[in-house]
């Protein structure tokens, strides 16, 4: 006989799906392009989803990017905004062509599969929203291209509007086409700055300055002398300045503090590096390892891009960000034909394997050196004041010492004692953990501005490698969603009429200190009880 | 327990980890064995609901809280009463019932009319029916409460060993005389067995049975919005609160039933569910529907067959304490850690009546009654006929 099911579990329940998709792809940047492109020229049913245009609402959030409140009004005219990105992705057109179903101005915001705590849904899930609802589609394959978003790097001031990342700037400038200010100055004087610097300059923008608290890297340095920008390298930032907003920055030669100097700019883009998107691939339970070569926690993947999950790839940033790849788009599209195939071939199309990514000739940079090098070149202890998490305000002295968050004003004796160090000596340190007691990561942004600098503080403060700091949970839904859009709309009556606020046993709610009463009216004033206390 | 005698308790959730307090205000030398991170677990991922009366450790509960932050030394933002928020009529006479009940042991609940309950609560919609105020119960951080707990101990001279698995009890003359970790092995004169939806392997070790389902439960949080005065407002099938800092935290709905491979707790993930959870709470206070959910958890916990706690000290070996408390034991961890002390120190309780929570109850429990009750993981792939759960809706 069938063993009886828990009503009030999750057994059974349905969850509406609005459609069912064989191959998904996730992010219209180079590597989703080529692979949605590819996948359909392979004979796959392919759906391409990017989110942008994004909410102006988000914008101003800095999610995705840091966006630093230099975006202007035209982004809350969502019309306008898809045919500009249509515009600045011709790409997109020939994706139509192809036979791909493009979604522009989607999130997706959750994945759902079988794991360990969780059998009970018949299909992969992908949660999708717009501005307006949320919905559910089941999946085959899916293809994650979400690109890389900016690494924010704290110094004197970053969190003045008017301080923007180099994907911020890029989107902006030319997906957008909604940038508000005029005069730059470039942060990281590596090719994700120089990128920025010939963006702003095919703009008609004035780059004012670039500054790099390192040397000339090697790769890009000979155009961007050409530029005609003034370069200060080994200078760092010593002040932002300015009322409220940006009007400039002080510098200084790193080896001379006292040799400041001031720029004129309305605008200082961060361009030291950027963050692959893995957090989709966290959600979805895919293996991820630190790559600080590849810019930091990355997939798991094989040279076509294969996960370890079944029928989830990776393409693009979101599997590594490389010098290379920020100065050339078409490894990015390469790597999302090559997964394109893949997932073809795994769905059982007679179709060739791409050859793999010919290996890079120069030999990889070390990204969480340079990272590490313009932290320390303007936070330390002498302005531990400095704030880490914005949304949270949590300044370095605040991180470091482990303080309990503002709101509670809490100045008990004894947490003087308390610090780091205190707690690295009960146990490796661990970010979820520094999250919970400071808060550093838990505002509405969504940690997009602190996650990594705060990684990279602990472990400079512990002595010990970055990576070492293990990657801090991501959590669905992975864009912040308005309750009315999250909503289940579309939730089944089975799921209302089974619904319980905790379990549905009787005798949890009726006095313990009396045995479990054997008749239906328990029931009954067991649910009432259920229901009333909490 | 002679004096010098020294305990180890596994697990450093809020019951262990409250238990080893406990028996460090007492001067017994304490050892609190944690595979993770104290409070990682469904300590430190639960609702921070301390509501309820059903349990005879309540009272105790309830003298303690408004005291834990001074008795610890540090904060665990407990704040008292709470606060149901009726959306419908339907809504509002189940409360009246839960009401009279309420009031039958002796606890104060004040009406509010739909004008009172929106000063207290102004998210609620225009059409609420109304809504009651608890004069009792409450509600705290639970983060920040297992971490309170973990300092306190050390202060007080315990030793919380973190990463650290148990693997094995070793028994002598009817009593636990050592417990076996993946670092080496701890001597001891008793046993707390507090290891959560782990607890029924670890008392498996010394061929005691214990019946608990495991089960995954999970919550949403929004992004923090001014503060009101009564954060424990919840309602319409969620349970949940506003935190100090502003956010909402908010679950309920279908839980999970899973199976635990091994010693390990493998990472609790979300479901679709927290759409559902999103619905209602937009469906409770309407003008918040523009509020954004920033994140969401699940945690994983136990549930006995009756759902009642288990709280007893073995015959055989006679030196070990269990305890699980049955998927609501943050609240009444106050009480809970003292009790347990108590049954460790002095082999009773002399506060609460703790006679329904023995073990013995389940005596005649068959042997696969989580197959009978369906508190069993449930795979739609298994199903024998096809299921489509997620039906396509075109
Ligand atoms: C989403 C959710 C919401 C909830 N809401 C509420 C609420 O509002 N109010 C309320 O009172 N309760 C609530 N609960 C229930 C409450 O969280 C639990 O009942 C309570 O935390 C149990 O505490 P514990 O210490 O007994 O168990 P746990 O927190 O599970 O702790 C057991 C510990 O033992 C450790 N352990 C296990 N095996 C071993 C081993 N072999 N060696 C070493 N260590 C081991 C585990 O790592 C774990 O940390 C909720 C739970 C969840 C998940």
Redesign the interface.
């Given at each position: 006989m069938?063993?009886?099911?828990?009503?009030?579990?999750?057994?059974?329940?349905?969850?509406?799906?609005?459609?069912?998709v064989p191959l998904l792809v996730l992010g219209a940047g180079p590597a989703g392009l080529a692979a949605a492109i590819e996948a359909a020229r392979c004979g796959l049913h392919v759906v391409l989803l990017d989110e942008h245009p994004v909410a102006s609402a988000l914008i101003g959030l800095d999610v995705p990017f840091v966006f630093g409140d230099r975006l202007d009004p035209a982004v809350q005219n969502k019309p306008r905004m898809t045919e500009r990105v249509v515009a600045a992705r011709p790409d997109l057109e020939q994706a139509v062509e192809a036979g791909v179903d493009v979604r522009l101005g989607v999130y997706a915001w959750?994945a759902?599969v079988?794991?360990?705590?969780?059998?009970?849904?018949?299909?992969p899930?992908l949660?999708l929203a717009d501005e307006a609802r949320?919905w559910?589609v089941?999946f085959d394959r899916m293809i994650v291209a979400a690109g890389a978003r900016d690494l924010a790097l704290a110094f004197p001031g970053w969190d003045r509007p008017g301080v923007m990342g180099a994907r911020g700037a890029d989107a902006a400038i030319r997906l957008y086409q909604a940038f508000a200010g005029r005069r730059l100055v470039v942060l990281g004087a590596g090719v994700l700055g120089l990128g920025v610097a010939l963006g702003a300059q095919e703009a008609g923008l004035e780059v004012a300055a670039i500054v790099d608290v390192g040397v000339l890297p090697a790769t890009g340095a000979a155009t961007l002398r050409t530029l005609g920008i003034p370069i200060h390298t080994e200078h760092a930032i010593r002040a932002t300045l300015g009322t409220a907003e940006v009007e400039g920055v002080r510098i200084a030669p790193l080896a001379d503090p006292g040799a400041a100097f001031d720029i004129a700019c309305d605008t200082i883009v961060c361009a030291v590096d950027l963050v692959p998107n893995v957090e989709m691939f966290d959600?979805l339970?895919c293996p991820i390892g630190w790559r600080p070569e590849l810019g930091g926690f990355v997939p798991q993947v094989d040279a076509d891009g294969r996960t370890s999950v079944p029928g989830i790839y990776a393409a693009g940033e979101c599997a590594g960000v490389t010098d290379a790849a920020v100065a050339d788009p078409a490894l990015a599209a390469a790597a999302g034909r090559r997964a394109a195939r893949a997932a073809a071939r795994d769905a059982g199309l007679d179709v060739e394997a791409l050859l793999p990514a010919p290996p890079i000739a120069a030999p990889p940079a070390d990204r969480d050196a340079m990272h590490r090098h313009w932290l320390a070149s303007h936070v330390d202890a002498a302005r531990a004041d400095v704030m880490i998490c914005r949304c949270?305000e949590v300044g370095l002295r605040d991180l470091l010492g482990v303080r309990?968050?503002r709101?509670?004003s809490?100045d008990?004796?004894?947490?003087a004692a308390?610090d780091l160090r205190s707690l690295a000596a009960?146990?490796?340190i661990?970010q979820d953990?520094i999250k919970?007691?400071t808060?550093a990561g838990?505002?509405?942004c969504?940690g997009r501005r602190c996650r990594e600098q705060v990684q990279l503080l602990l472990a400079m403060q512990g002595n010990q490698p970055t990576g070492s700091v293990p990657l801090p949970?991501y959590?669905?839904?992975l864009r912040?969603?308005?309750?009315?859009v999250?909503?289940?709309?579309?939730?089944t009556q089975e799921?209302r009429d089974?619904?319980?606020?905790?379990?549905g046993?009787?005798?949890?709610?009726?006095?313990?200190?009396?045995?479990?009463p054997d008749h239906a009216a328990s029931a009954v004033?067991s649910r009432?009880?259920r229901?009333?206390?909490? | 327990m002679s004096s010098g005698a020294s305990v180890v308790v596994i697990g450093g959730g809020a019951t262990g980890l409250s238990t080893a307090w406990w028996l460090c205000r007492e001067g017994v030398p304490v050892t609190v064995v944690e595979k993770g991170i104290v409070g990682w677990e469904a300590s430190g991922r639960n609702g921070g609901g301390a509501t309820h009366p059903a349990s005879p450790l309540f009272r105790e509960e309830q003298r303690l809280w408004p005291m834990m932050d001074e008795l610890l030394g540090y904060p665990t933002e407990h704040q008292p009463m709470r606060i149901r928020v009726c959306v419908t009529p339907g809504q509002l006479a189940l409360a009246e019932h839960g009401a009279a009940l309420a009031e039958k042991q002796g606890f104060r609940v004040e009406r509010l009319d739909p004008q009172a309950l929106r000063e207290l609560v102004p998210w609620v919609g225009d059409d609420v029916a109304g809504g009651m105020l608890l004069h009792y119960g409450g509600h705290a951080n639970p983060q920040r409460t297992v971490q309170a707990y973990a300092w306190a101990i050390q202060d007080l001279g315990g030793t919380i060993l973190q990463h650290t698995t148990v693997t094995g009890i070793r028994v002598q003359g009817g009593k636990a005389v050592a417990v076996e970790t993946d670092q080496g092995v701890l001597g001891c004169d008793a046993v707390v067995v507090a290891a959560g939806p782990h607890t029924a392997r670890i008392t498996a070790m010394l061929g005691v049975e214990v019946p608990v389902a495991p089960a995954r439960a999970e919550m949403i949080v929004t992004e923090p919005v001014p503060l009101i005065r009564h954060g424990g407002a919840d309602g319409n099938g969620l349970y949940g609160r506003q935190t100090l800092r502003g956010n909402l935290a908010y679950g309920g709905g279908p839980h999970e039933w899973i199976e635990l491979a091994d010693a390990r707790t493998p990472r609790p993930v979300n479901s679709p569910v927290v759409r559902s959870l999103a619905r209602r709470l937009a469906e409770m206070f309407p003008r918040l529907g523009h509020v954004r959910v920033i994140r969401s958890w699940a945690g994983v916990i136990e549930n006995t067959p009756d759902g009642r706690p288990i709280l007893d000290r073995l015959e055989d070996p006679s030196n070990v304490v269990i305890a699980t408390m049955s998927s609501v034991g943050f609240g009444l961890s106050p009480a809970s850690g003292h009790a347990l002390a108590q049954l460790v120190v002095r082999g009773r309780c002399d506060f609460a009546d703790l006679t329904w929570l023995k073990l013995a109850r389940f005596g005649g429990l068959a042997a696969n009654w989580r197959e009978h009750a369906g508190w069993v993981p449930w795979s739609a792939a298994e199903q024998p006929e096809s299921f489509d759960g997620a039906g396509v809706h075109s």
């Open positions: 069938p063993s009886p099911v828990d009503p009030t579990s999750i057994a059974g329940k349905a969850f509406p799906v609005a459609e069912h959750g759902f079988t794991g360990a705590t969780s059998r009970a849904l018949p299909h899930l949660g949320s559910l089941s959600l339970g949270e309990p968050p709101y509670l809490y008990g004796k004894k947490f308390r009960d146990g490796p661990n953990q919970r007691l808060r838990m505002g509405a969504q949970s959590r669905a839904p912040p969603l308005p309750l009315n999250l909503s289940a709309h579309d939730e799921m089974n619904w319980v606020v905790w379990f046993i009787p005798g949890q709610w009726l006095p313990q200190w009396e045995p479990v004033e009432v009880l229901e009333f206390e909490t | -």
